[in-house]
Structure formats: C-alpha cells, structure tokens
C-alpha cells in the first residue's frame, strides 16, 4: 500500500496478477497504455520492436526440420521457392517483423485493419511485401498457405483478438511455424499459451507454436537500453511532480494508470477480466 509500480503489467490476459495488484493498495501504472501526441505508445514501442525483429530468427530457427520445422530456409536459393511469412497486424511489432523477414527475402505478406496503416506500410514497403486489408476470409487464405505466421495484432490493454482458430490450424501446412507476438496480451491463436526461453515451443495438430513471454528479456542489453530511453522523462515527471501531479499534468501518462488504491482504472482491462471500472480521474480526485 502506498507504494508505486511503474512496469509493464498486462493485466487483461492475468487476473492472479491484478487481484494481487487490487487487494496490494498499490498505485499501478502500465507502460503498455501510456500514449502520446501521435497516438502511438511510446512505452511499448521499444519492446514492440524487439519482439518483432526477433520473431523472425526465432521463426526461421523453428521452421528447421531439426526443430520440428518443415525444413524450409526463409529465402530459399536460385531456383528455390523462398518462405511464404504472414505478419498479422501491421503495428509497430508487425512492421519490425515485416522488415527482418523481407531482409531474408522471404515472401512476406502483412494483414492489417487500419486503412491509413494499409497505406503508410504500402508506401514503406512497396512492392517488396504484400500489404492486404484484414478479414476473417483473408487471414483464412493466408495463414493456411504460410510456412510462418508472425502474430502481432495489439488492441491496447486489452485481450489480443483470436485471429487463428482451431480450425484454421487444422488447415495449415504441416510442420509450420507461429510465433505469437501477442501472448502477452493472451495471444492471437485459441491453442496459444505462454512458454518460457528455456522451454520455448510446444506443438498442437503438426504445427509449432513458439509463445515466450517477453521475448526481449533474451536480448537484455539491447532490450534495456532502448527501453530505458524511452521511460526516462516519464520516470523522472514521476519522481519530480509525484504521482498525482504527474498523472493529472499528463493525460498520457494518466492512461497508463490501471490500477489505483484497490480499484481497477483501465476500462479494457476491467471489461476483460469483468471487474468493475472506476475512471482514472476519479483516482487522482479521491
């Protein structure tokens, strides 16, 4: 009680987490949903970006037969069909992952909802990856003929949707590889659930799922590094104003708060976990 947590949380996909956080008294202020000017999320860019350039090794990794892969190498050779890699969500996650795998030279395609998002990846990418608007259609079409799927689908705070079903996993190819980006947040695939560094993937109907929480904590230094410049000013508004002050000053800062003195004050997040929901404003007034 009366003590400051200031991380990422995730509360949405961890109710033991959240009750502990509630029944604590604690002040709770998520990185995850801490915003900005542009309507991005400053504080899980960094992490968002490690993820997403990562999961296109760990995939490639996993794809090899010693591994319980297909044995397919992400930009094949001359004369040699390259990966078909399917990004789900063209986020900031999802474009780092989109950048690695056309490195590779992989056969990349990205399935995103946001029309302007459509846009700003088809002018980044041109014609070296496949940009096409999110449906259940299309996300059936696609992730059936991948040989990698990247799930990288965010909805802030809140449980990621679950674009790959248990029947669409039955339609796959054989021995291909999901690399769910959004376990954190729950993940993307109803057969999804968390695995570690050290026991990484398990496999359900002859495809491999690769589901660590945290990827960047395998990368520490980069990790760190990025995250840590990312988190400084907020740190120090914090330590400088109080909490109170801070969060009232900066509406941004404010979003991230989630919980407050036994009250969830995120609506995602108690929407989620169906607890009730008690306006951030209202926190910092009482």
């Not at 009680?1 to 009750?19: E, N, P, R, V």
């Not at 769910?180 to 659930?193: F, H, L, R, V």
């Not at 988190?231 to 330590?239: N, T, W």
């Amino acid at each position: 009680k009366g003590q400051i947590l200031f991380t990422y949380l995730h509360l949405a996909a961890d109710a033991a987490q959240a009750k502990g956080l509630i029944d604590s008294g604690c002040v709770a202020i998520a990185y995850e949903t801490v915003s900005s000017d542009r309507g991005g999320l400053p504080l899980l860019a960094p992490m968002s970006e490690v993820a997403g350039r990562m999961s296109v090794h760990v995939g490639a990794y996993h794809l090899h037969v010693a591994n319980g892969g297909s044995g397919i190498l992400i930009g094949g050779v001359p004369g040699v069909k390259a990966a078909e890699v399917v990004v789900l969500g063209g986020g900031v996650a999802g474009t780092h992952a989109a950048k690695m795998a056309v490195g590779m030279e992989g056969r990349v395609t990205i399935l995103e909802k946001s029309l302007d998002r459509i846009r700003q990846l088809e002018d980044l990418f041109g014609a070296k990856a496949n940009i096409i608007y999110s449906t259940q259609d299309s996300v059936e079409h696609y992730v059936s003929q991948a040989d990698l799927v990247i799930g990288a689908v965010l909805v802030p705070g809140a449980l990621a949707p679950k674009l790959i079903t248990k029947e669409l996993l039955k339609k796959m190819r054989p021995k291909s590889v999901i690399v769910d980006i959004a376990i954190d947040q729950g993940g993307c695939a109803e057969t999804s659930k968390p695995t570690t560094h050290s026991d990484p993937t398990f496999v359900v109907d002859n495809i491999v799922h690769y589901c660590v929480a945290n990827m960047p904590g395998a990368v520490p230094r980069t990790s760190a590094q990025a995250l840590n410049n990312a988190v400084l000013p907020y740190g120090l508004e914090i330590a400088d104003k109080g909490w109170v002050k801070a969060l009232q000053d900066n509406k941004h800062l404010r979003g991230g708060l989630t919980v407050c003195k036994g009250k969830i004050t995120h609506a995602e997040v108690a929407r989620d976990l169906k607890l009730d929901y008690t306006k951030a404003e209202e926190s910092l007034a009482a």
